[in-house]
């Protein structure tokens, strides 16, 4: 089984390396960025699998994947990566890519993993795709109920009680007193000078 290992770390590569090689039915080469392990593909080599990491010289982000999945000799292309998020690995997985490798993977799952996307298969753990994205709160959000906030969405759209209460399903009175309690809490007067503040604060 040939693999292609592209990492511009050099320890994290040759770690991975002699990952692969101390099972001994692996072979793997290696490259330090895209362009070098384009030119591997140029000189003629066909590789089971090729991983590229995210953040390597010549990526440009997931360009670098689409580059090498259209190169020929290049049959399952995965990503592996330290800093990629879980929006970056749907994506990547969306595209085609083989799978998606966090750096935090041990060396017996590494390995696994290698196998199952090697013979077709395309490979994401789970808990990493399941794992919540860190969100940072908004000082806005803290002072606000979920309700008000949908109100106040819907005020720096330009709508009206009467849109907001039928996108809501709630009654326009009941619009009136969560815009008079979230006037209250960010202290404003009136629709324009909420919206603006919303605006201003980047939360829509």
């Keep these: 089984m040939r693999v292609l290992i592209a990492d511009d770390h050099d320890l994290l590569r040759d770690t991975l390396k002699a990952f692969l090689d101390a099972e001994g039915n692996f072979e793997t080469v290696t490259a330090a960025s895209l362009p070098d392990a384009e030119a591997k593909l140029r000189a003629g080599a066909a590789f089971d699998l090729i991983l590229l990491d995210y953040d390597m010289p ?24 330290g800093t990629a998020n879980r929006s970056v690995a749907e994506t990547a997985l969306a595209k085609g890519a083989a799978g998606f490798l966090p750096k935090t993977l041990s060396g017996k799952s590494l390995v696994n993993a290698v196998r199952f996307m090697a013979v077709g298969e395309q490979y994401a753990p789970l808990d990493f795709m ?3 994205e860190e969100v940072e ?3 806005l959000t803290d002072k606000l109920s979920p309700r008000e906030l949908e109100v106040l969405e819907g005020l720096t759209q330009g709508k009206s009680n009467k849109e907001i209460a039928r996108d809501l399903d709630i009654r326009e009175p009941t619009v009136k007193l969560h815009m008079k309690t979230l006037y209250r809490k960010i202290g404003v007067s009136n629709r324009t000078q909420a919206a603006i503040v919303a605006k201003d604060a980047g939360l829509f």
Excluded: E, K, T
């Excluded at 440009?60 to 994947?65: A, E, R, T, V």
């Excluded at 999945?69 to 290049?74: C, L, P, V, Y």
């Design 58 to 81: 010549g990526m440009n982000g997931l360009d670098g994947l689409a580059r090498m999945m259209a190169q020929d000799g290049a049959q399952r292309v995965a990503i592996i990566s």
């Design 137 to 139: 709160a908004h000082p």
């Design 130 to 132: 399941r794992a919540a």
